[in-house]
């Protein structure tokens, strides 16, 4: 029989086996007259269509009654079993599947889930958690903390590390912080730089409306290592352009943004951190955790595949799979971190020409102190002052290590750090023009330039 993994993540539900990824589908469904819509061809009308468009089934899995729904759909778990059905079509029909799932689903709904696959022309013959499947893709030697993006939260899961196995500790959901919250985000800043600079706000139509967000992701894209992009959108017989700015949309997206690395700055502790593939996506996202290891698309898929014989259950009651064997750096074949954020990093730094010089002085009060040697250590506070030590002794509040002529801050255990408004949970690079804060102080590097204007 064929054995496929489906993941069941609502910004993309993804089937896929040995070979590759087969299918992939949002969690989008619209209520048409004989059947539901599902999938991307749902999402292609959602602007056109609201009042018929659905994005919170999976989310809200159960059986509750939904109002004013055609016959055919009585409540979400309806939607899910469609869905299911696409997905597994689309896929080309494997016989036999491994659920990967989140850890945002309740016992309840994993209970619903089981019973609606039991109904699908698929044996259901695994359960097991999604992050903890992505996790052991990577050679991890102590603990971490996996973090990604649904449609409408973001879900952070601590993965444990003992003798050679990872476990699923807790999860910690993290409502208004999915993809839907920041594409509602920057579709209202594009629009805004329509208005200004064409008179025309795409918000205002339903076609130009869903014409912006199917447009939004390869405009983010480009803006992940630009500064600007050209944005157009046709609207019948015209053409409307605009240029949106890279700052005007990580404005947008900046309070979320903090929600999230405050998040892995609280539950951080010095465990590894792993983007999942949504997240890592987030234009200069990843910049900011340059330690963290980007996860591929795939990783949940390979990682169940992986563990195929553990996962795998011939009885019709399924366990759900929260521990299993700690991958190796033999095993792992992923092009991760630190390579891939450095690139992210050294890009989106590049684009700054504020920051293009190292900084060599840390300007905290009315006192420059001088960055030398290869590490120093930000000891004090604002009431009684503050110094660089090269000695790790007490009232040490960040460290700062000089890495290829580059200075990186990291934050002392148990102290909240902040680079430019935004937190640290692990380390980052600081250039001229970065602002560092701690508690309500803030600091400023800066870089000293000799007469000619060459740094010193």
């Given at each position: 029989?064929?054995?496929?993994?489906l993941e069941l993540?609502?910004a993309?539900?993804?089937?896929?086996?040995a070979?590759?990824?087969?299918?992939?589908?949002?969690?989008f469904?619209?209520?048409?007259?004989?059947?539901?819509v599902?999938?991307?061809a749902a999402?292609a009308t959602a602007?056109?269509?609201?009042r018929?468009?659905?994005?919170?089934f999976w989310?809200?899995?159960?059986t509750e009654?939904?109002?004013?729904?055609?016959?055919?759909?009585r409540?979400?778990a309806?939607l899910?079993y469609r869905?299911?059905?696409h997905?597994?079509?689309?896929?080309?029909?494997?016989?036999?599947l491994?659920?990967a799932?989140?850890?945002?689903?309740?016992?309840?709904?994993?209970?619903?889930?089981?019973g609606i696959?039991e109904?699908?022309?698929?044996?259901?013959?695994g359960l097991?958690?999604?992050?903890l499947?992505?996790a052991?893709?990577?050679p991890?030697s102590?603990?971490?903390?996996?973090?990604?993006l649904?449609?409408?939260q973001?879900?952070?899961?601590?993965i444990?590390?003992?003798?050679?196995?990872?476990?699923?500790g807790?999860?910690?959901?993290?409502p208004g912080?999915?993809?839907?919250?920041?594409?509602?985000?920057?579709?209202?800043?594009?629009?805004?730089?329509?208005?200004?600079?064409c008179?025309?706000?795409p918000?205002h139509?339903?076609?130009?409306e869903?014409a912006?967000?199917?447009?939004?992701?390869?405009?983010l894209d480009?803006?992940?290592?630009q500064?600007?992009?050209?944005?157009?959108?046709?609207?019948?017989?015209h053409?409307h352009?605009a240029?949106l700015?890279?700052?005007?949309?990580l404005?947008?997206?900046?309070s979320?943004?903090?929600?999230?690395?405050?998040?892995?700055?609280?539950?951080?502790?010095?465990?590894?951190?792993?983007?999942?593939?949504?997240?890592?996506?987030?234009p200069?996202?990843a910049?900011?955790?340059?330690?963290a290891h980007?996860?591929?698309?795939?990783?949940s898929?390979?990682?169940?595949l992986?563990?195929?014989?553990?996962v795998?259950s011939e009885?019709?009651?399924?366990?759900f799979?929260?521990?299993?064997p700690?991958?190796?750096?033999?095993?792992s074949h992923?092009?991760i971190?630190p390579?891939?954020?450095a690139v992210?990093?050294?890009a989106?730094?590049?684009?700054?020409?504020?920051r293009?010089?190292p900084?060599?002085h840390i300007?905290?009060?009315s006192?420059?102190?001088?960055?030398?040697?290869?590490?120093m250590?930000?000891?004090?506070?604002a009431?009684?002052?503050w110094?660089l030590?090269p000695?790790?002794?007490?009232g040490s509040?960040?460290?700062?290590?000089?890495?290829g002529?580059?200075?990186h801050?990291?934050?002392?255990?148990g102290?909240?750090?902040?680079?430019?408004?935004?937190?640290?949970?692990a380390r980052?690079?600081?250039r001229?023009?970065?602002?560092l804060?701690i508690?309500d102080e803030?600091m400023?590097?800066?870089?000293?330039v000799?007469a000619?204007?060459?740094?010193?």
């Amino acid at each position: 029989m064929s054995l496929a993994v489906l993941e069941l993540n609502d910004a993309a539900l993804l089937l896929g086996d040995a070979a590759g990824v087969l299918a992939r589908s949002p969690g989008f469904a619209l209520l048409a007259a004989d059947a539901p819509v599902m999938g991307e061809a749902a999402r292609a009308t959602a602007r056109i269509d609201p009042r018929r468009t659905l994005s919170q089934f999976w989310q809200r899995l159960g059986t509750e009654p939904l109002h004013h729904a055609p016959a055919h759909t009585r409540h979400h778990a309806d939607l899910g079993y469609r869905h299911l059905l696409h997905v597994h079509e689309s896929g080309g029909k494997p016989a036999e599947l491994l659920l990967a799932v989140p850890g945002s689903f309740t016992r309840e709904q994993l209970a619903l889930l089981l019973g609606i696959a039991e109904s699908c022309p698929f044996r259901a013959c695994g359960l097991v958690d999604s992050a903890l499947a992505a996790a052991v893709t990577v050679p991890l030697s102590g603990p971490a903390i996996h973090l990604e993006l649904q449609l409408h939260q973001a879900v952070l899961t601590c993965i444990e590390h003992e003798q050679g196995t990872l476990s699923r500790g807790a999860v910690r959901i993290l409502p208004g912080t999915g993809l839907t919250a920041l594409q509602d985000r920057w579709a209202r800043r594009a629009a805004e730089a329509f208005i200004q600079q064409c008179r025309f706000d795409p918000l205002h139509a339903a076609a130009s409306e869903q014409a912006l967000y199917d447009r939004l992701p390869a405009w983010l894209d480009a803006l992940a290592t630009q500064e600007s992009v050209e944005a157009e959108i046709r609207q019948q017989d015209h053409r409307h352009r605009a240029t949106l700015r890279a700052a005007d949309m990580l404005d947008a997206a900046q309070s979320i943004y903090t929600d999230l690395l405050e998040a892995l700055a609280r539950e951080g502790g010095g465990a590894s951190l792993l983007l999942g593939a949504r997240v890592a996506a987030l234009p200069r996202f990843a910049a900011r955790v340059p330690e963290a290891h980007c996860l591929e698309e795939d990783a949940s898929l390979r990682g169940a595949l992986r563990n195929a014989d553990l996962v795998r259950s011939e009885e019709r009651a399924l366990r759900f799979v929260t521990r299993l064997p700690a991958g190796s750096a033999a095993q792992s074949h992923l092009p991760i971190a630190p390579a891939a954020a450095a690139v992210a990093a050294t890009a989106a730094q590049a684009a700054e020409p504020a920051r293009a010089l190292p900084a060599t002085h840390i300007v905290a009060g009315s006192h420059a102190l001088r960055l030398q040697g290869e590490r120093m250590h930000l000891i004090g506070n604002a009431t009684e002052g503050w110094r660089l030590s090269p000695a790790d002794i007490a009232g040490s509040r960040c460290r700062l290590d000089q890495l290829g002529g580059d200075w990186h801050v990291s934050p002392a255990s148990g102290v909240l750090l902040r680079v430019d408004g935004l937190p640290v949970p692990a380390r980052v690079q600081v250039r001229a023009g970065s602002r560092l804060g701690i508690e309500d102080e803030t600091m400023l590097f800066v870089a000293e330039v000799s007469a000619d204007g060459d740094a010193a």
